[in-house]
Each structure stands twice: as structure tokens, then as C-alpha cells.
């Protein structure tokens, strides 16, 4: 596939950066992950990142490690993660081609216990979750156009919809979802054939990791994010909404 896309020169308003996403969402939606993220790359150079939670994403670091070597992956480290995702963190920064870059929200866990309580995560989750993953992500999104996650369609119903590549309308970017067509088991293909580091956690039923108070095991037959925030109302962190 030939992507015509000339790299951006300059600085653009949000609204030429919408109409750049709307354009491409149109053009790419049939596209190879690869060719997205190498039409990312090549548009906005560095001033595109991916999100990675090593949880089961780590297959879109690798991926764009391949396409987009040194390319900038930012890891939201809520302070609730399991050890085994700060591992994983750790491997694919010593071994893939990409720069992991470590976010912190502005208060430590006990901060936010003295201000807030202990255990907001039960209380209040939806707060819990705005000030140490979607807030963290929205400043330090400031740095760049767009920004990419491995988002898929068959995770559940609220990313049913989820374009290859759209409008975050709340952050004005450009959003990237290069895997956002795959299935599971193009996943589980892919990862295999690649031999990509992968959450332990992932075969231990946690097929969605998240932080460690709020994420239990998925039974057969569940859908893949059924082990988060379980029990609740809750399906999303806002990160995606």
C-alpha cells in the first residue's frame, strides 16, 4: 500500500490535525498495522507516541518497534501494578527498539491516601483512575500530535467501535489504533511468531491487565476485559472514552 501523507512541516491547529484524522481514518481503515504505524511515524515523526500498559498490549511495542524504531512508549505507572507488569516494563524496554517512558501521576499513593483516604480504588474508582492514568496521560500528551494504543474491536462492546484512526476530541489528537481489526487469535499468531515478551499474567487468565486491586482473573467464556473493575459498572479507566 502507498501512503501519500507528506510529513507535517510544522505546528498545526486542532483543526487541521481533525481533518488530517478523519482523512486517514477513511484511507487506512482497510490498512496493515504496519502501514499505519508507519504512516504515524513518517506524518508526525516525534511527536507521536504509543501508550503501552504491559499488560496484553505488548504486541503493539513490538510491532512499532519493528516499523518505527526508538519510538517514544509511554507506561502509566499507577502505583497499583502488578510486579509482573513493571517487569515486563522493564524487559521490553531492555530489548526492544523503542524509548520507555515512565509517567507518574502528581500524587504518591500515600498522598492520595492522606488527601483522599485509603482504598479509593472501591470508593470512588472513576476518580481513582482520573488522577493516576487519564490525567498523567493528558499532560503528558501535551508533547505530541497523536498518539497510538493497541485498542481492539473484539475486546468488548465499548471498543466495538474502535477506528484504525480518529479524532480524541477531549485531548484534540490524533488517535491511533493500529491492531484495532485484529482478533485474539491474530494476537496469540503474531506474539508467537515473534516470540514477543509477554505479562506473564496473560497465562495465568488475565488476558486485560490492569492495576492489581481492580483486575481479577477471566473465566471461560468471558469476554477479555470481564476481570476489570468486576462487579461494578465500570468497564473503561477514560482513557479511551
Given at each position: 500500500?502507498?501512503?501519500?501523507?507528506?510529513?507535517?512541516?510544522?505546528?498545526?491547529s486542532p483543526e487541521e490535525l481533525r481533518e488530517l484524522a478523519l482523512q486517514a481514518?477513511r484511507d487506512l481503515e482497510d490498512a496493515r498495522a504496519e502501514d499505519v504505524l508507519?504512516?504515524?511515524?513518517?506524518?508526525?515523526?516525534?511527536?507521536?507516541?504509543?501508550?503501552?500498559?504491559?499488560?496484553?498490549?505488548?504486541?503493539?511495542?513490538?510491532?512499532?518497534?519493528?516499523?518505527?524504531?526508538?519510538?517514544?512508549?509511554?507506561?502509566?505507572?499507577?502505583?497499583?501494578?502488578?510486579?509482573?507488569?513493571?517487569?515486563?516494563?522493564?524487559?521490553?524496554?531492555?530489548?526492544?527498539?523503542?524509548?520507555?517512558?515512565?509517567?507518574?501521576?502528581?500524587?504518591?499513593?500515600?498522598?492520595?491516601?492522606?488527601?483522599?483516604?485509603?482504598?479509593?480504588?472501591?470508593?470512588?474508582?472513576?476518580?481513582?483512575?482520573?488522577?493516576?492514568?487519564?490525567?498523567?496521560?493528558?499532560?503528558?500528551?501535551?508533547?505530541?500530535?497523536?498518539?497510538?494504543?493497541?485498542?481492539?474491536?473484539?475486546?468488548?462492546?465499548?471498543?466495538?467501535?474502535?477506528?484504525?484512526?480518529?479524532?480524541?476530541?477531549?485531548?484534540?489528537?490524533?488517535?491511533?489504533?493500529?491492531?484495532?481489526?485484529?482478533?485474539?487469535?491474530?494476537?496469540?499468531?503474531?506474539?508467537?511468531?515473534?516470540?514477543?515478551?509477554?505479562n506473564p499474567l496473560v497465562w495465568d487468565d488475565y488476558p486485560s491487565v490492569g492495576?492489581?486491586?481492580?483486575?481479577?482473573?477471566?473465566?471461560?467464556?468471558?469476554?477479555?476485559?470481564?476481570?476489570?473493575?468486576?462487579?461494578?459498572?465500570?468497564?473503561?479507566?477514560?482513557?479511551?472514552?
Amino acid at each position: 500500500m502507498t501512503l501519500t501523507t507528506e510529513p507535517l512541516l510544522g505546528a498545526c491547529s486542532p483543526e487541521e490535525l481533525r481533518e488530517l484524522a478523519l482523512q486517514a481514518g477513511r484511507d487506512l481503515e482497510d490498512a496493515r498495522a504496519e502501514d499505519v504505524l508507519a504512516w504515524a511515524g513518517e506524518t508526525f515523526g516525534d511527536r507521536f507516541a504509543i501508550t503501552g500498559s504491559m499488560g496484553g498490549d505488548t504486541v503493539l511495542s513490538h510491532l512499532a518497534g519493528q516499523v518505527v524504531p526508538g519510538i517514544t512508549v509511554l507506561f502509566l505507572d499507577t502505583g497499583y501494578h502488578f510486579a509482573e507488569t513493571m517487569g515486563t516494563r522493564d524487559a521490553v524496554q531492555a530489548t526492544y527498539p523503542v524509548r520507555v517512558r515512565t509517567v507518574l501521576p502528581l500524587l504518591s499513593i500515600k498522598q492520595q491516601d492522606e488527601v483522599y483516604g485509603e482504598r479509593l480504588y472501591e470508593r470512588d474508582p472513576d476518580l481513582c483512575c482520573a488522577m493516576r492514568k487519564v490525567d498523567p496521560l493528558n499532560r503528558v500528551l501535551a508533547e505530541y500530535d497523536a498518539w497510538g494504543s493497541g485498542v481492539r474491536r473484539d475486546e468488548g462492546p465499548s471498543r466495538a467501535g474502535t477506528p484504525v484512526v480518529g479524532w480524541d476530541a477531549k485531548r484534540e489528537k490524533v488517535k491511533v489504533n493500529p491492531l484495532a481489526r485484529w482478533t485474539q487469535d491474530e494476537v496469540d499468531a503474531y506474539a508467537q511468531k515473534h516470540g514477543v515478551l509477554l505479562n506473564p499474567l496473560v497465562w495465568d487468565d488475565y488476558p486485560s491487565v490492569g492495576c492489581e486491586p481492580c483486575t481479577r482473573r477471566v473465566a471461560p467464556g468471558e469476554d477479555a476485559r470481564a476481570g476489570r473493575w468486576a462487579g461494578m459498572s465500570k468497564t473503561e479507566c477514560g482513557i479511551h472514552m
